[in-house]
């Protein structure tokens, strides 16, 4: 039987009044999309939602069989959507208070998506490492997305060759430019919610370069095959 340990420290997002922000456990979904664009000048753009059909929660792009229900672009465009403003995500989300929050990727971060499993043996080695981490989400799909530096899909193929892995033997994507994350606390259908394993703290708003972090990841992931 597999324990699983979620790493989740509590500090606010911090801000100019950061003792006064409450904590995001039961803020709305618009307050945090507000937040987001707001202290982090992350952009954040509002994807699908889940409604209530007979009694079970389905996807609003009513497609039953959804992949992501609840956690996904609701239109094509969605990259010119995205904002920083915190204004226009407040007016985005008075439109549709329920719409799960998805960051672009490629901005002001790339993402490294490793498996669950490989992230938390990453994390207990960056520990030890004494490595400066960025925000980490964990997913209910049982992904580890860690935030660092843009331009990571440029240089990771070649970092993880140097430490002699094949890219394709490690289950290890970089999401840049064109993708995006779900941020907390977006739902995945019946399967719960993003969560952050490592949250945005003041400590962490200068992100890490994916160079700092490649070697406990690959590994990680290397061990995890």
């Known amino acids: 039987m597999t324990t699983r340990v979620v790493f ?39 994807g699908t939602w889940l409604e209530a059909v007979d009694g079970s929660q389905r996807c609003s792009c009513g497609d039953a069989a959804c992949p992501a229900p609840g ?3 609701a239109r094509p465009d969605w990259a010119t959507q995205a904002t920083g403003s915190a204004t226009v995500a407040r007016r985005m989300w008075q439109k549709q208070p329920t719409a799960s929050i998805l960051l672009p990727t490629g901005r002001t971060f790339d993402a490294i998506s490793v498996p669950e499993t490989a992230g938390f043996l990453a994390l207990a080695r960056m520990e030890r490492m004494e490595l400066t ?6 997913t209910p799909d049982r992904r580890m997305e860690f935030f660092v530096l843009p331009g990571a899909g440029v240089k990771v193929p070649d970092l993880v060759r140097k430490l002699g892995w094949s890219v394709s033997s490690l289950d290890l994507t970089v999401l840049g430019e064109g993708a995006y994350v779900a941020a907390p606390p977006t739902r995945f259908g019946s399967r719960g919610a993003v969560q952050w394993a490592c949250r945005p703290t003041p400590a962490n708003r200068w992100l890490p370069d994916a160079e700092e972090l490649i070697s406990p990841l690959a590994y990680a992931c290397g061990r995890d095959r």
């Not at 981490?133 to 964990?138: E, N, Q, Y």
């Open 8 to 46: 989740i420290v509590e500090e606010t997002i911090a801000g100019t009044e950061a003792a006064q922000i409450p904590k995001q456990r039961g803020e709305s979904l618009l307050e945090t999309a507000v937040r987001y664009a707001e202290e982090r000048h992350w952009d954040v753009f509002p």
């Open 71 to 73: 956690s996904h672009p």
């Open 133 to 138: 981490l960025g925000p980490v989400t964990l």
